[in-house]
């Protein structure tokens, strides 16, 4: 069986067609432009670009795996909680009725943080998981949560709120200090490639309350360490080990509140190798690929499959 995955997330329009059969899951993915200097999109420019944007996407999809799917996964909110909106997903969510209208197929409506999550544990291979309790870190523009997962018969995956951002994200620090360091949105992997010619040490305590992080100091810190001469470089990977630090404390209260469960590092900011190597060192943990850590329609593909299948 074949199922179609749709996302229309504030960075990336993309699609995804997964075979169950043979497993094979292709991805295609356009980010939306933005300006140089800003930090991201109104949500009716974000609408603008995706109406453009997924046909291109689709057709690439489909020019790599031709037939009808048997179903469609779609993000319809950013999560599965009362009052999670966001005007975006309005374009993904309207294409996916729009197919299944005209092919007589059902449709399968999940959340953007569902389809990080099960984009993560299909890339490592440990998809089992959602049959099971685990913690999941989402770590992205618009989140820095620590989630409790456990299977779920209607939404596959029952999410609880572990420990979060209390303020800026984790994302946004990324992109604000990129920002701050002539870089152009998103940042997230110049902001790496700068951080990697620095050979500098630091020593760094984050903000941690009952689990929770604050990360709106980052932002002063490393805009006081320009100002004072630091260089570009050691400025960025201040920003990532700060990041490494804070993700890392939050995992160890985790681990110590609901035991030792296994653990998935899903979303945007994961994809940086400098956070992936130490964490890795730190937990036995899984983590997503780069291209299925960004935004990315692969998990509400295999939505889509898990549900049809069912």
């Known amino acids: 069986m074949k199922f179609l ?80 909106y966001m005007p975006c997903f309005l374009c993904g969510e309207g294409l996916a009725d729009s197919v299944s209208a005209v092919c007589g197929i059902p449709v399968y409506k999940t959340s953007h943080q569902v389809g990080h999550i099960l984009a993560a544990l299909y890339s490592a291979g440990m998809l089992e998981l959602a049959e099971k309790r685990f913690i999941a870190f989402h770590v992205s523009g618009g989140t820095t949560d620590c989630l409790l997962c456990e299977p779920d018969k209607e939404n596959i995956l029952k999410i609880s709120e572990a420990g979060t951002s209390l303020d800026l994200k984790a994302g946004q620090a990324v992109d604000r200090v990129g920002l701050m360091l002539g870089l152009d949105f998103p940042c997230g992997k110049q902001l790496e490639a700068l951080a990697a010619e620095s050979g500098e040490r630091f020593s760094v305590k984050p903000v941690i309350r009952d689990g929770n992080c604050c990360l709106s100091g980052l932002e002063n810190k490393c805009r006081t360490m320009l100002d004072k001469g630091a260089s570009r470089e050691d400025t960025a990977l201040y920003c990532l080990e700060y990041i490494y630090m804070t993700v890392k404390e939050m995992t160890a209260y985790a681990l110590k509140t609901y035991g030792q469960l296994p653990v998935v590092f899903a979303g945007g900011v994961m994809s940086d190798r400098i956070i992936r190597n130490k964490l890795e060192k730190d937990f036995s943990a899984y983590f997503a690929e780069p291209e299925f850590s960004c935004d990315n329609a692969a998990g509400t593909a295999v939505f889509a499959a898990l549900k049809g299948s069912a």
């Open 5 to 84: 995955g749709i996302d229309t997330s504030n960075y990336t329009t993309s699609a995804a067609l997964y075979d169950t059969e043979s497993g094979r899951l292709v991805t295609a993915g356009k980010l939306l432009p933005v300006r140089k200097g800003e930090a991201g999109l109104r949500q009716s420019d974000a609408v603008f670009h995706h109406t453009k944007q997924l046909p291109e996407v689709m057709e690439r999809v489909f020019s790599e795996m031709n037939g009808i799917p048997d179903g469609i996964g779609v993000s319809v909110r950013p999560r599965n909680v009362e009052g999670s």
